[in-house]
């Protein structure tokens, strides 16, 4: 159900991750203590998927980072994205983070209004800005 929900977000927000790739990195996430994620199911209908991953900085300590939020359109408005936002701050705090942060697109500010969605529930812009180089996968040699 989540990969669908991940693999409908992705597709809707135009990012370029193939299908294949969302689900292996979903299952690693499962299976990782610094990830969390969370599924609302009405039912047998998954509604909405959050992710949740942190990492170990010199500046903060733990921090968490909402990767992923998506709500089914018809569903939307209706408080299911700040529940899972609320529980994600509670895994956070649960797991020694100082803090828990999210990375805004663009277009997703400006489809969904998300700087205003996350400032209301206490998120506030750092004024940092994020850059990602895309490394190659390393593929284990045999020992000659």
Known sequence: MAIE???????EEEFA??????????????VDPFCWSALAVDGETAQAVITVSTVLYVEWGRLG???DLYVLPEHRRKGLARRLVEHAKVWCRTQGCSAVSVTIT?????????????????FAQSGR????????????????
């Open 5 to 11: 929900l991940l693999e409908r977000f992705f597709r």
């Open 17 to 30: 991750t193939p299908l294949s790739r969302i689900a292996e990195n979903f299952d690693r996430m499962l």
């Open 65 to 67: 980072e909402i990767g």
């Open 106 to 122: 663009p277009a997703g500010g400006r489809r969904h209004g998300l700087s205003q969605f996350y400032a209301r529930l206490g």
């Open 129 to 144: 800005m994020s850059a990602s180089a895309t490394l190659e996968r390393l593929i284990a040699r045999p020992p000659s």
